[in-house]
Structures are given as C-alpha cells and as structure tokens.
C-alpha cells in the first residue's frame, strides 16, 4: 500500500494514508520532519508564509509561516482563505457529455397523480410538537398491529416545532412537513394536530395542497374523546389503501437521489465522495436527478459549480445562495468559516475551503440544471443536478433533502454517525476500518479503493447496491434499526 497520495498534479501537500513517522523517507526522497497521522496533510516542498496550500488542484488557504518539505501541515500553521459575501463573475465551462448507457429500470410504487416511492410506509406527521408522544404511541401500536399486513412500516417523526414560531421560521415549518405529507414513498399519512396551534389543520391543509382524501386523513387530538382509538382507526384505513399498491418497473429516470456527508475525514473527498459523484454522473445520463444541498459548505468551491452552470439565470441563482447564507452568518454576528468541526479537523480536515472541495465532488461533473429554495420541492419535469437551499446540519439537510422529494439519500462518512432520514439513507464509509467497526451504521464500504478494489468495479458495484435500496431488494442500516428523525431549520424568534 502507498503511504501517501497526491490528488492532483498541481498539489503543493499529499496525504498520509497511514500513520507517519518523524524522521521517515518517503518514496522520491521526502524525509518526514514530524509524525503525520492517517488523513493528514505533509508539504510536498517549502511554502511560503501567504503562500496558497493547493489541494485537489485549488487553494485550501494560505500559510501562516513557512512550512518546510515534509512538515504537517493542518491548523497550526494553516488559515481560510474565506471572508464574507463576494461579487462572481459569469465565467461558463463546458461539462463533459455523460456516456448514454442503455435505460435501466427497477420496481417502485406508482402512486395516483403519477409520482413514484420506492417504499410503502404509512405516515404519521404532526402539525406541532405537543402530539409527538400521541405518535409515538401510535407508531408503536402500529408496530404489531399491522406486522402481517402488506406496508413496510408506520413511521411518526417528533419534532419541536409548528407553534409559538413567527414569520420565515413558522413558514419554513410548513413547507417542510407538507412536503413530507406529499412524499411518495408514504402510500399513506395520518396528519395529527392538537387544536390550538399556530399550523392548525384548516390552515396546514391549504400548504399542502393535497386532493386525495384516501391516502391523507387528518386528526385533531382536541376535537376527540380518545385520540389514540381515533388514530388507529384512521391508520387501519391508510393501511387499506396502501395495501392497494404494487411495485412496477419504472425507468431510473424517476429516481430522484440526495447528496449529503457527515462526520467527514480527510479520505471522504479520496474516496466516498468521488464514488457518490461517479454514481450521480450515471444516474443523471438515465435521466435521474439529484439533489445537492450543504450551502455551507460550498463556500470555497461554489465558483466550481457555478461555472457548471448552464445559464446566466442559473449562475445568479446560484450566487444569491452562497451569499445568501453568508449574510445569514453575518446577521447573527458569526464567521462563516466556522467549520469543519472538531471531527473533521481531528480526521484531517483544515479549512473550510478543503471540506468543500471534497464536498461538492459528490455532485459528479454534470452541469447545473436548478437551484431550489429552502423547504421547496422538485417539480416533475426538473430533472439533472439541482442545488438546494440548506445547512450542514447533517439532520436538518436530511429533512430538507426528502421534503424536496428525495427517494433516498447517499450520504458519506469518515467518522460514522447512526443518523437515519425520513427517507432510507444509505452510509457510505471513507474507510474500511469505519466500515469494519460499525456494520450495525454504515451500507457500503468506498475505502476498499485503497485495498486495491479497482475503480470500475466498485462503482458498478455500488449503482447496483443504490438500484437494489431503491428496489426494496435491501434495507438500508438505519431502516433496519429504525432510525427515523427529522430536523427543521431555524433562524427567528419562538414566542
């Protein structure tokens, strides 16, 4: 096994694939000055102090004093490069045309209306968090009551919101959980509210805008003797009608993909990241989309993806976004390079500018084809990469990616984490040692690439794994153990 990688030929730093010694002579002549541990960066050749440090062929920040040939280089002796809010300039690139692959398909649920959901849950949402215990019971009821029935699951989602919330916050709560009542992949969903809420029924039914009394019924807990009698007798209706629905071949071009990674490390934008993006590019030449979110973390890299844009349109769109999130760092007083996190820097990670620069690699080299705002959805005909409005929070973006209407989410990791989305989210691990510790969290192993797995392989490996997730053939790690949550985003007032 090699010890170290350079990304890319412009690189000034490589990467420790494994731990380093002070004083050891690397292949090429390269005497080590320090111990270096896996993940972490080693100068190639002095750098200058505010001289760029170039990785993955673009600056990660600049240097605090001079670092020798074959030093560490991390936050000791490394700074962002990243201020506030900029002006971009429109300056196109031409994306490579995706290969056209013959179409495949696989089995998924057509629901009334058209929409297609690759899983046949039964919902339960409330409006506002006072109901979560009224759910939970519910759920757990549904457990046993329904185990022989032809559904997957009941599934509740707590949350603390839908009352007290003003203004962007109090929209944004309604947006998000009409967008998971509508979510296909729910062939039916119970919508309980307590009575007295700001998101009260009347005016939550309005936001979402569903027409099909057979698959929504909704519940006010106030206006019921017993709301639990109440509640499983409308769940064994939903039950019913989900039981109505099959699975059919659908072409791969209904299957609509979020990106997300967590408790990233240094090998996430080595290995899982470049894989995710090998399999967006596939998915996209079937006619596919997905779904790019973590605005945060673009900023260092956001002008790559706005050169992929294929408009002018798309490019200020794209713009108003990264600045957007920035002015909301400004507003509350905050630096917007506080990231990566203690994790990230513990596993290799520096500056803000590295993170997004592996980050956005799960994006593939497509062009840019949307930008959705916060709690939007993706419309039928809207199809390739889109970029969606959300943070890093690796919950909060989750929840934003399946209320967009995300059939499943991809999301990689070097750390571990055993989060799980509304939707399945399938763990990609940076590593073998991740994957090999923590079978119970993570789905598919991208550190074998160091093991000598080749490329090809494993990427075909892994657009049949994602194919056979969508297909019900396999359930993801945190469908297994129900890990099912949810995460809303806020910036204002709670009264």
Request: charged share 20%.
């Amino acid at each position: 096994m090699e010890k170290i990688l350079v990304i890319h030929e412009r690189d000034n730093v490589a990467v420790a694939l494994s731990s380093l010694q002070d004083g050891e002579t690397l292949p090429g002549g390269l005497c080590l000055r320090q111990a270096v541990a896996p993940g972490h960066k080693l100068a190639l050749r002095d750098i200058a102090a505010g001289e760029p440090v170039i990785k993955y062929g673009h600056p990660i920040g600049s240097v605090l004093r001079l670092i020798k040939a074959g030093e560490h280089v991390h936050s000791h002796n490394l700074r962002t490069g990243l201020a506030g809010p900029l002006e971009y300039r429109y300056n196109p690139v031409s994306c490579l045309e995706l290969a056209v692959e013959p179409a495949v398909g696989f089995p998924a649920y057509r629901r009334k209306g058209g929409k297609v959901g690759i899983r046949n849950e039964v919902w339960i949402i409330n409006t506002v968090g006072c109901c979560n215990k009224i759910s939970e019971r519910l759920a757990s009821l549904a457990a046993g009551r329904y185990r022989e029935r032809r559904i997957d699951r009941v599934i509740q989602f707590s949350h603390p919101y839908g009352c007290s919330q003003l203004g962007e916050d109090h929209a944004n709560t309604q947006k998000i959980l009409a967008g998971l009542v509508r979510h296909p992949n729910a062939g039916g969903v119970l919508v309980l509210g307590l009575g007295c809420e700001n998101n009260h029924l009347e005016q939550f039914r309005a936001v979402v805008g569903e027409k099909n009394p057979e698959r929504v019924r909704w519940l006010n807990a106030q206006d019921v003797e017993d709301e639990v009698e109440a509640g499983l007798m409308l769940l064994d209706e939903l039950v019913a009608y989900a039981e109505t629905f099959r699975r059919e071949t659908v072409p791969a071009s209904e299957l609509v993909v979020g990106l997300k990674c967590g408790g990233s490390d240094a090998f996430s934008g080595i290995t899982a990241n470049p894989l995710v993006g090998l399999f967006t590019d596939r998915l996209l030449a079937q006619g596919g989309t997905a779904l790019l979110t973590e605005v945060p973390e673009m900023f260092g890299a956001e002008t790559i993806l706005m050169e992929r844009c294929g408009s002018r349109e798309l490019f200020e769109q794209t713009a108003a976004l990264v600045n957007g999130f920035k002015d909301y760092y400004a507003r509350h007083g905050q630096a917007i390079y506080e990231n990566p996190s203690p994790g990230n820097k513990e596993g290799g990670i520096t500056t803000l500018e590295e993170k997004s620069l592996g980050c956005i690699l799960k994006g593939g080299s497509s062009p840019v084809r949307g930008v959705l705002a916060y709690g939007d959805a993706v419309g039928p005909e809207q199809k390739g990469l889109i970029l969606l409005e959300g943070p890093g929070n690796d919950m909060v973006a989750v929840t934003a990616l399946a209320a967009a209407g995300a059939h499943l989410v991809l999301f990689t990791t070097g750390r571990g984490t055993p989060l799980g989305g509304p939707v399945p989210t399938v763990k990609i691990s940076s590593n073998s040692e991740l994957a090999a510790r923590k079978k119970h969290w993570i789905d598919f192993d991208a550190g074998r690439l160091f093991s000598g797995t080749p490329l090809p392989g494993l990427e075909e490996e892994f657009f049949q794994f994602v194919l056979e997730a969508a297909a019900g053939q396999r359930r993801t790690r945190n469908e297994e153990h129900n890990y099912r949550e949810i995460g809303i985003f806020k910036a204002g007032v709670i009264l």
